[in-house]
Nanobody, 126 residues
Framework: VQLQASGGGLVQAGGSLRLSCAAIGRTFSSRDMGWFRQAPGKEREFVAAISRSGANTKYADSVKGRFTISRDNAKNTVYLQMNSLKPEDTAVHYC????????????????????WGQGTQVTVSS
């Protein structure tokens, strides 16, 4: 599956952005999805994950209550709604997909994902 992330940009602190990740392929609804991010000089970190049906989600403590992950399986797209943005949210944000697995769970570990998008830059100014 190929993943194409979009929606990043420059926003002031307190503002909002919605990231989208479009998947090319017919198996999107069979894959658990996640968002990760990497700030300059830091390792890539988990942001949010969603199960293949959308029924289960998981968030990093740093974004809980501010970010919402969702998916539209009819459109082969996963979203990350980011509200109340902070300068520390500045990073390249990546979407990721698992291979097709027998068990659908929300996954926070990078090693759980086999396919990655190209990343979209989010910059939050103070």
């Amino acid at each position: 599956v190929q993943l194409q992330a979009s929606g990043g940009g420059l926003v002031q602190a307190g503002g909002s952005l919605r990231l989208s990740c479009a998947a090319i392929g017919r198996t999107f609804s069979s894959r658990d999805m996640g968002w990760f991010r990497q700030a300059p000089g830091k390792e890539r970190e988990f942001v949010a994950a969603i199960s293949r049906s959308g029924a289960n989600t998981k968030y990093a403590d740093s974004v809980k209550g501010r970010f919402t992950i969702s998916r539209d399986n009819a459109k082969n797209t996963v979203y990350l709604q980011m509200n109340s943005l902070k300068p520390e949210d500045t990073a390249v944000h990546y979407c990721a997909a698992t291979r097709i697995l027998p068990l659908s769970i929300v996954r926070a570990l990078e090693d759980s994902y086999d396919y990655w998008g190209q990343g979209t830059q989010v910059t939050v100014s103070s």
